[in-house]
């Protein structure tokens, strides 16, 4: 009993040691947020809580993150596409994701932002990690000269109204139409948040509103600066005459500033002709009258013709308009497939494998995506397992270099430079197969 005590006292301490080795293999992975532009903002005001998720190794798995409620405000939770990071940090290299929440404040006070339990899954880990993120406070206050009773207040960076029309026929007469159309772009504001305009009704004039279109400002590097919105009213005249549309202002907030800003666009005024009747350059009665029974009406030939081609025109006019669209939609569908196939396509993914490869960084999702469609492999290591020295070496060595803790500047110059005879050796691996699996012949 004194020797299994003995034993077992010497033991501990290489347990401990081989316990701190294995916690200190595990992958680095850091979390942090921040509120842009600040930490206080305008009600109605848009502002962005940015999570910046790091490891020093890669993403196994996309990051699940919470859904983010507060009583109080509007929040647009990331979209799927996110922001990558490149950083040195205490001279460890670290690649992460950035996602944006997008926070507007529907009324003042304090808020608070809970830690989010974010689901990390590193790379050469031993499963997926739980990180929290920081807490944030913000303080939002009214806008200048806005009570807490008024309605839907857009607060931005900056507001552009245009207005456009459109005549179904110049000059307007009776039974004509013309369109109001309505621009509005709003940077540093949620699209869902700009207010509608007010079109007015007009007597002698027939209105129709049309439902409007809202989408977000693209900054034109995959993310959102804002939002725009279009709207559209059509006034169909009923009565000849002369009217005005009038000005149409949108009341908004400077978020830097605070202060209260007009954006308009000015009234039109239009005029409106009767509609003309109908006369007839000679008298039909007194001709029919001077007419006997026994006159002969001859018709010339070429009339004959002119008249057998406007009925075949009709006649086209009218297949067109029965089986047109049938055909022309079942014309797009063939060609959409056909373009989903070529996108589905082994030939496809490896036109982008040589890109990926020579870019910077390099990356493997088309090579990854071409094995798949070629060899229906779904792991580098199963497919390089019976490929040759030639193709496999370049293969894993790039792989060590571009994720292990080795470097080696040279790694994708040699992965590029076998790519051929990695087709070809996945050529014949894939044609081996199926003739493998094949039926044998029938009379042999």
């Keep these: ?31 942090r947020s921040q509120l842009l532009p600040a930490d206080s903002a305008l009600v109605g005001g848009t502002l962005s809580l940015q999570v910046d998720l790091l490891v020093d190794t890669w993403f196994t798995a996309a990051p699940k993150l919470p859904k983010l409620t507060l009583a109080g405000a509007v929040v647009s939770e ?44 590193p ?24 009570g807490e009773g008024d309605p839907q207040r857009l607060v931005a960076r900056q507001v552009t109204l245009n207005q456009t029309f459109k005549r179904s026929h110049q000059p307007l007469r009776v039974g004509d139409s013309i369109e109001r159309h309505l621009h509005v772009e709003a940077a540093g504001a949620q699209a869902m948040l700009i207010p509608a305009p007010s079109f007015a009704e007009i007597g002698g004039l027939q209105r129709y509103v049309r439902p409007p279109s809202v989408r977000p400002l693209s900054d034109g590097r995959g993310g959102v600066s804002g939002g725009v919105r279009d709207d559209a009213v059509t006034y169909v005249v009923r009565e000849a005459g002369t009217y005005q549309l009038p000005a149409i202002e949108l ?8 202060e209260a800003r007009t954006a308009s666009v000015p009234a039109m005024e239009i ?5 003309a009747g109908y006369q007839a350059p000679f008298s039909i009665t007194e001709d029919l009258r001077e007419l006997g029974r026994k006159t002969q009406v001859r018709i010339a030939g070429h009339w004959l013709l002119l008249l057998g081609a406007l009925l075949l025109t009709g006649a086209l006019g009218y297949l067109w308009r029965r089986w047109g669209a049938a055909l022309r939609d079942a014309w797009e569908r063939r060609r959409a497939a056909r373009h989903q196939a070529w996108l589905d396509s082994p030939e496809y993914a490896w036109q982008q494998v040589r ?15 071409w094995i798949r469609r070629t060899s229906g492999c779904r792991e580098m290591n199963t497919h390089s397992e ?27 110059t040699q992965l590029v430079d076998a790519l051929p005879e990695l087709r070809q050796a996945t050529a014949r691996r894939s044609t081996a197969s199926q003739e493998k699996h094949g039926l044998k012949p029938l009379n042999p």
Aim: charge should be negative.
């Design 355 to 369: 890109r990926q490869l020579e870019g910077t960084p390099s990356e493997l999702g088309a090579l990854y995506l």
């Design 123 to 146: 790379g050469q880990g031993s499963g997926p990690v739980m990180v929290r993120s920081p807490p944030q406070h913000f303080i939002a206050r009214q806008p200048a000269g806005a």
């Design 271 to 275: 005029e409106v002709a009767a509609a």
């Design 1 to 31: 009993m004194r020797v299994f005590t003995v034993m077992l006292m010497l033991l501990l301490p290489l347990w401990s040691l081989a316990a701190e080795a294995d916690d200190s293999a595990q992958p680095q992975v850091k979390v």
């Design 78 to 121: 990331p979209g799927g596409e996110a922001e990558h990071l490149n950083e040195q940090i205490d001279g460890t290299a670290f690649f992460g994701l950035r996602f944006t929440y997008q926070i507007t404040p529907q009324q003042a006070g304090s808020f608070e932002i809970p830690p989010l339990d974010i689901q990390v899954t």
């Design 386 to 412: 019976e490929l040759s020295d030639t193709v496999r070496k370049p293969l894993l060595g790039f792989l060590r270099a571009r994720y292990g803790r080795e470097r080696n500047a040279s790694a994708s």
């Design 251 to 258: 009341h908004w907030w400077d978020a830097a500033s605070g």
